[in-house]
Protein backbone atom coordinates (compact mmCIF):
# COMPACT_ATOMS: atom_id res chain seq x y z
CA UNK A 1 0.00 0.00 0.00
CA UNK A 2 0.53 3.57 -0.74
CA UNK A 3 -0.31 6.56 0.92
CA UNK A 4 -0.41 9.91 -0.42
CA UNK A 5 -1.40 13.04 0.69
CA UNK A 6 -1.91 16.51 -1.36
CA UNK A 7 -1.33 20.13 -0.85
CA UNK A 8 -0.85 23.14 -1.97
CA UNK A 9 -4.02 24.15 -3.85
CA UNK A 10 -5.64 27.20 -3.14
CA UNK A 11 -7.28 30.43 -4.67
CA UNK A 12 -5.08 32.44 -7.17
CA UNK A 13 -5.30 34.70 -9.64
CA UNK A 14 -4.89 34.17 -14.02
CA UNK A 15 -0.97 34.09 -14.26
CA UNK A 16 -0.21 33.52 -10.67
CA UNK A 17 1.86 30.55 -9.51
CA UNK A 18 1.02 27.36 -7.15
CA UNK A 19 3.03 24.52 -6.06
CA UNK A 20 1.20 21.47 -5.33
CA UNK A 21 3.11 18.63 -3.23
CA UNK A 22 2.28 14.67 -2.92
CA UNK A 23 3.50 13.12 0.27
CA UNK A 24 3.95 9.36 0.13
CA UNK A 25 3.87 6.76 2.63
CA UNK A 26 3.98 3.08 3.32
CA UNK A 27 5.61 1.34 0.38
CA UNK A 28 8.80 2.61 -1.48
CA UNK A 29 8.09 5.53 -2.97
CA UNK A 30 10.82 5.41 -5.56
CA UNK A 31 9.86 2.17 -7.22
CA UNK A 32 6.59 3.88 -8.20
CA UNK A 33 6.04 6.41 -11.39
CA UNK A 34 3.94 9.12 -10.49
CA UNK A 35 1.77 11.24 -12.26
CA UNK A 36 -0.58 14.61 -11.68
CA UNK A 37 -4.31 14.25 -12.93
CA UNK A 38 -7.09 17.01 -12.67
CA UNK A 39 -10.95 17.04 -12.87
CA UNK A 40 -13.89 18.69 -12.81
CA UNK A 41 -17.06 18.27 -12.23
CA UNK A 42 -19.21 16.30 -15.02
CA UNK A 43 -15.53 15.35 -16.57
CA UNK A 44 -13.25 12.78 -16.36
CA UNK A 45 -10.30 12.66 -14.82
CA UNK A 46 -7.52 13.32 -17.08
CA UNK A 47 -3.92 13.37 -16.84
CA UNK A 48 -1.83 16.27 -16.16
CA UNK A 49 1.52 15.28 -15.47
CA UNK A 50 4.20 12.46 -14.91
CA UNK A 51 7.60 11.39 -13.82
CA UNK A 52 9.10 7.86 -13.51
CA UNK A 53 10.36 6.27 -10.40
CA UNK A 54 14.30 7.20 -11.73
CA UNK A 55 12.71 11.38 -12.38
CA UNK A 56 14.25 10.84 -15.65
CA UNK A 57 12.30 11.53 -18.63
CA UNK A 58 9.09 13.46 -17.65
CA UNK A 59 5.48 13.43 -19.43
CA UNK A 60 3.05 16.49 -19.58
CA UNK A 61 -0.71 17.23 -21.31
CA UNK A 62 -0.27 19.37 -24.30
CA UNK A 63 -2.62 22.08 -22.67
CA UNK A 64 0.37 22.14 -19.85
CA UNK A 65 3.75 22.35 -21.16
CA UNK A 66 6.02 25.05 -20.74
CA UNK A 67 3.85 25.87 -17.85
CA UNK A 68 4.27 23.39 -15.58
CA UNK A 69 6.77 21.37 -14.23
CA UNK A 70 6.40 17.82 -12.45
CA UNK A 71 9.52 16.85 -9.83
CA UNK A 72 10.32 14.72 -7.00
CA UNK A 73 12.25 13.91 -3.97
CA UNK A 74 12.77 10.39 -3.38
CA UNK A 75 14.46 11.31 -0.62
CA UNK A 76 11.88 12.74 1.12
CA UNK A 77 9.11 10.74 -0.60
CA UNK A 78 7.42 13.50 -2.07
CA UNK A 79 6.24 14.68 -5.50
CA UNK A 80 5.70 18.10 -6.71
CA UNK A 81 3.37 20.10 -9.28
CA UNK A 82 5.18 23.29 -10.11
CA UNK A 83 2.36 25.02 -11.79
CA UNK A 84 3.16 28.92 -13.79
CA UNK A 85 0.72 30.71 -15.78
CA UNK A 86 -2.03 29.56 -14.59
CA UNK A 87 -5.24 30.13 -16.35
CA UNK A 88 -9.00 30.21 -15.45
CA UNK A 89 -9.65 26.37 -17.21
CA UNK A 90 -6.88 24.99 -14.84
CA UNK A 91 -9.29 25.06 -12.14
CA UNK A 92 -9.40 21.68 -11.03
CA UNK A 93 -9.12 18.96 -8.27
CA UNK A 94 -5.92 18.06 -8.59
CA UNK A 95 -5.30 14.54 -7.59
CA UNK A 96 -1.59 12.70 -7.20
CA UNK A 97 -1.45 8.80 -8.65
CA UNK A 98 1.38 6.08 -8.14
CA UNK A 99 1.58 3.10 -10.74
CA UNK A 100 3.94 0.45 -10.93
CA UNK A 101 3.86 0.93 -14.96
CA UNK A 102 4.02 4.08 -16.24
CA UNK A 103 1.22 5.01 -17.90
CA UNK A 104 -0.92 8.21 -18.31
CA UNK A 105 -4.50 6.01 -18.12
CA UNK A 106 -5.92 7.08 -15.04
CA UNK A 107 -7.19 3.37 -14.94
CA UNK A 108 -3.22 2.02 -14.26
CA UNK A 109 -3.08 3.64 -11.12
CA UNK A 110 -3.92 1.76 -8.03
CA UNK A 111 -2.80 4.78 -5.71
CA UNK A 112 -4.55 7.85 -5.44
CA UNK A 113 -4.54 11.32 -3.15
CA UNK A 114 -7.74 12.55 -1.97
CA UNK A 115 -7.29 15.66 -4.24
CA UNK A 116 -6.51 19.57 -3.12
CA UNK A 117 -8.79 21.98 -4.78
CA UNK A 118 -7.16 24.49 -7.49
CA UNK A 119 -9.35 27.60 -8.21
CA UNK A 120 -8.16 30.38 -10.79
CA UNK A 121 -9.89 33.62 -10.85
CA UNK A 122 -9.90 35.84 -13.85
Known amino acids: QVQLVESGGGLVQAGGSLRLSCAAS????????MAWFRQTPGKEREFVAG????????NYADSVKGRFTVSRDNAKNTLYLQMNSLRPEDTAVYYCAATATWDVRSTSYAYWGQGTQVTVST
Open 51 to 58: IPWSGGRT
Open 26 to 33: GRTFSRYA
